[in-house]
C-alpha cells in the first residue's frame, strides 16, 4: 500500500525554484507531523524540513533556512515543500515523511515516500 506519494521534483538551473509535493493516505498523515529528508549518494538521510500536525510549528535545517517553507493542506492530506533560491548543493533524492512527532531523526518517521529527485544545475 502505497501511502506517501512525492511529486514535483526535478531539474532546475541554479537560483531557481522547485515545489515539492507529498501526497498521503489518511492513516500516514492523520495527527502526524511530516517532513522532508534528503540523501546523497554515500550519505546518511538528512533532515531537511519538519511540520506538526496543526502547522503551527515548523523546524528547518541551517542549510534550507531563508530559503524553503513548508506547509500543509490536512484537508487534502497533502505536505508541500517551496524550495527557492536552489544551489547545487541541494541536488539530492528528497524523502517525504511522516511520524508521531516532530524529530530530526530519520529513525523516529514511521512513514516514508519512494523518494524524488532534486537536480540543481550550475
Known amino acids: 500500500q502505497v501511502q506517501l506519494v512525492e511529486s514535483g521534483g526535478g531539474l532546475v538551473q541554479a537560483g531557481g525554484s522547485l515545489r515539492l509535493s507529498c501526497a498521503a493516505s489518511?492513516?500516514?498523515?492523520?495527527?502526524?507531523?511530516m517532513g522532508w529528508f534528503r540523501q546523497a549518494p554515500g550519505k546518511e538521510r538528512e533532515f531537511v524540513v519538519g511540520?506538526?500536525?496543526?502547522?503551527?510549528?515548523?523546524d528547518y535545517a541551517e542549510a534550507v533556512k531563508g530559503r524553503c517553507t513548508i506547509s500543509r493542506d490536512n484537508a487534502k492530506n497533502t505536505v508541500y515543500l517551496q524550495m527557492n533560491s536552489l544551489k547545487p548543493e541541494d541536488t539530492d533524492v528528497y524523502y517525504c515523511?511522516?511520524?508521531?512527532?516532530?524529530?530530526?531523526?530519520?529513525?523516529?518517521?514511521?512513514?516514508w515516500g519512494k523518494g524524488i529527485m532534486v537536480t540543481v544545475s550550475t
Open positions: 515523511t511522516a511520524g508521531p512527532n516532530l524529530r530530526r531523526a530519520a529513525k523516529r518517521m514511521d512513514y
Open positions: 489518511g492513516r500516514a498523515f492523520f495527527n502526524r507531523a
Open positions: 511540520i506538526s500536525w496543526s502547522g503551527g510549528i515548523t
